[in-house]
């Protein structure tokens, strides 16, 4: 529907550029600076080929508006944080759109507790260590880790106040995770307030764990489509057991709802 409706939008400028001579084809072009040249090539060609070279420009506009934005996500020496959260935050959107997913790694502070560096790294950096157990281990986990060096760290400008990027590295050794499954790494699931009020409905209701999580997929349209995996449901519902331990069920909803 919506390459149909650019074609249309397509035929009318170039109707209207037929018709209304020099100021149609200002507008077809963009008026930009470009018009003179651009005006030359068109009029030499065929009708339907104005429009192929007209939807060939809009493309490839497009497309340079994609890299400037991924651009613009890329961590630079020297940007500016408000705090490590936020440092976070803009690594991990940028992990996100690059195909990767990251973790919290080494730290350091002052004698008042103040947060003065941070490491941010691939969730594949490292490798795992040795475990005594591996030998009993009927089904050993499968090595996720690759040692890969992707990095961005900050530090502390006590002048401002702000934390500043002082490293960084985009080189990976392992392959980036598509577009369509990159919602499933760690760093990029996520609960939303809607998700944890359903599934304490359905836990106050006496819903399995695994029913909860089968019929929130057929809402979303699919287990696909939600923003998290079992895992991490069974890990919500085990913070929100051991909170009813520690405040009791009217000090549990006290905390709930004064969030």
Not at 137 to 161: K, S, Y
Request: charged share 30%; net charge negative.
């Amino acid at each position: 529907m919506g390459g149909l409706k650019v074609e249309d939008e397509l035929d009318g400028e170039i109707a209207e550029e037929e018709g209304l001579g020099s100021q149609g084809r200002e507008r077809l072009v963009g008026g930009d600076g470009r018009s003179a040249k651009r005006i030359q090539q068109i009029e030499g060609q065929s009708w339907g080929h104005k429009r192929q070279s007209i939807m060939e420009e809009l493309v490839e506009e497009s497309n340079d508006s994609l890299e400037r934005s991924k651009e613009d996500l890329k961590p630079k020496f020297f940007r500016e944080f408000n705090s490590e959260i936020a440092a976070y935050d803009f690594y991990n959107e940028y992990a996100r759109s690059e195909g990767f997913s990251i973790r919290r790694e080494a730290y350091a502070a002052d004698k008042q507790g103040v947060l003065s560096s941070r490491i941010f790294v691939c969730c594949k950096e490292g490798l795992r260590k040795a475990d005594k157990r591996d030998d009993l281990t009927r089904n050993p986990r499968g090595e996720t880790r690759t040692n890969c060096g992707a990095i961005m760290g900050i530090n502390l400008v006590r002048r401002t106040g702000k934390y500043s990027i002082y490293r960084f590295s985009e080189e990976h050794n392992h392959p980036l995770i598509n577009q369509e499954s990159i919602h499933f790494m760690p760093s990029h699931r996520k609960i939303t307030s809607s998700d944890e009020a359903f599934l304490d409905l359905t836990a106050n209701s006496g819903h399995s764990s695994n029913s909860a999580f089968e019929l929130m997929g057929q809402q979303a349209g699919g287990r696909e489509s939600l923003g998290f995996i079992m895992v991490d449901q069974k890990n919500y519902l085990g913070t929100i057991r051991q909170k009813k331990m520690k405040f009791g069920e009217a000090g549990y909803l006290i905390e709930y709802f004064s969030k």
